[in-house]
């Protein structure tokens, strides 16, 4: 009843922000947006009954809208100011690269803004001296190829040990392991060693930051209809959500705070942070964005590659048998990282899994840092923007059958992925100024993870004749809606 009482008024103020907001618009400052044309809204809720009425992800339903009304649209996610959508491949060019500067600025969740330092971390802060001061540092230190090599001895007993760990589960479970688990704990140890040094090993810190990550999606998932409904936040489950962050910021602080107490050592993040002199805020907030990002989107797609592999036998023995043939380390159970850069067909797999699963289908908002033009509409400051991965990676026009699993179109021999057309639709990590920052990690650290985990088990449904449920559940990172269960069987090397 409480909640029904607090819904009523929440819709009662965002009617008078409505209005307020109609009169603003009516009053512009400059030459205003030419908005291209929409699905038509209703008042308050915008477009939001067209997206969710089919119950699809978020990145499908607007690819859907998109096709009827064009690769270029306009879409009202509430009462607040509306969105264009960018669902072709030049179009999104344009944005991400030829237009980089123009659309460099972010447009954050405003639950976020301490968790980010008051949007001052690389992905929350808009192109600028101080952000390009934090890419980098990371990128020319703790993701600089000198750094990552430094880590593939490390890598590799991570690899062993989670080897052990599945193998372990699985003797008590009748052959049956979780491995989302044991793959977020290894890349956990890959990034805190990027962040704190190469010899850093803190087990508590590994559980803790695990937790943290788990909760910070969570609470971000809870209070996102702050963003859509800024009254919102006068409800009791917003309100939750919103006192569980700051409790949360405050724990992160603590934790990634008790690590900065000693001087890191040299070509680690934390390093180039203090270094700088940035503010205590903003070193600890940029060390955590890390862990967010790279911890669930290297875990999933990780997750997503297994999953499509048992879906997928003769692919997954296909690859298998590259792996043995080609991998020179793998009498000593672990292909190691320096050889799985060579071999093409699972390098082919790790992108077929990124274009059906691409880890953030939508990127992460851009919005105008000045007046620019969108294919030749004037777009005016402050105008968000949203990049539709996802419709780029099923583009039949681009990709045959998109909808199946084909590691072959990315084999040199194909002719599917070739040209200016193939590579502009495949954009995973993004593109331009704005791009991945740890792209690098990510190319690394996934064929590594994929390749071993394959050359150490034949993997299968857990269930037998019942395939493992593949639905998508996306709120930033695009997951598993149910975390994969699997059977695997030691390969007896």
Request: some cysteine; overall charge negative.
């Amino acid at each position: 009843m409480e909640e029904a009482i607090w819904t009523a008024v929440a819709i009662s103020i965002a009617a008078a922000v409505l209005i307020m907001a109609f009169w603003r618009r009516q009053r512009p400052s400059g030459k205003p947006t030419q908005w291209p044309p929409g699905p038509p809204r209703l008042p308050l809720i915008g477009n939001m009954h067209q997206i969710l009425k089919e119950g699809d992800p978020f990145h499908v339903a607007l690819n859907k809208l998109a096709q009827v009304h064009g690769p270029l649209m306009t879409v009202w996610l509430g009462p607040k100011q509306p969105t264009i959508i960018v669902s072709d491949h030049d179009l999104v060019w344009e944005v991400l690269v030829s237009k980089s500067s123009d659309y460099a600025a972010r447009e954050i969740a405003s639950i976020l803004k301490s968790g980010t330092a008051d949007y001052r971390t690389i992905v929350s802060s808009d192109a600028g001296p101080h952000w390009h001061s934090l890419r980098r540092g990371l990128q020319n230190g703790a993701t600089s190829p000198l750094s990552l090599s430094v880590q593939s001895p490390l890598q590799e007993s991570d690899m062993a040990q989670m080897i052990n760990n599945m193998i372990k589960e699985a003797n008590l479970n009748g052959g049956i392991v979780k491995p989302f688990h044991h793959i977020r704990r290894t890349t956990i140890k890959l990034l805190a060693r990027l962040c704190f040094g190469s010899d850093f090993n803190d087990e508590d810190f590994d559980a803790t930051m695990d937790v943290m990550v788990e909760e910070a999606f969570k609470c971000g998932d809870d209070a996102r209809i702050l963003d859509t409904f800024p009254p919102a936040r006068f409800l009791p489950s917003v309100k939750r959500a919103i006192m569980q962050m700051e409790k949360l910021n405050l724990r992160v602080e603590e934790c990634i705070g008790h690590h900065l107490a000693s001087s890191p050592p040299p070509n680690c993040y934390a390093h180039f942070l203090l270094s700088q002199s940035f503010p205590r805020e903003v070193t600890i907030f940029s060390i955590f964005e890390v862990f967010v990002l790279g911890l669930d989107s290297i875990g999933s797609t990780t997750m997503w590659a297994l999953g499509l592999l048992v879906h997928n036998q003769e692919a997954q023995q296909k690859l298998y048998q590259e792996i043995r043939d080609h991998a020179t380390g793998t009498e000593k159970g672990i292909v190691k990282v320096e050889e799985v850069g060579k071999l093409e067909y699972l390098q082919a797999v790790v992108k077929e899994t990124m274009r059906m699963k691409p880890i953030a289908p939508l990127a992460v908002p851009h919005k105008a840092a000045r007046d620019t033009t969108l294919d030749g509409l004037h777009v005016a400051e402050g105008t968000t923007v949203l990049v539709n991965l996802y419709a780029l990676h099923y583009d039949p026009k681009v990709w045959d059958e998109p909808d199946r699993f084909k590691p072959e179109r990315f084999m040199e021999s194909s002719k599917e992925f070739l040209g200016k057309r193939g590579q502009y639709s495949f954009l995973p990590f993004g593109a331009g100024m704005k791009a991945c920052a740890g792209m690098e990690v990510g190319k690394l650290q996934l064929p590594f993870a994929v390749s071993n985990l394959v050359n150490a088990f034949h993997w299968s449904n857990a269930v037998e004749g019942e395939e493992p449920n593949l639905s998508e559940d996306f709120s930033f990172i695009l997951a598993m809606k149910t975390p994969l269960e699997a059977r695997i069987v030691p390969r007896g090397i």
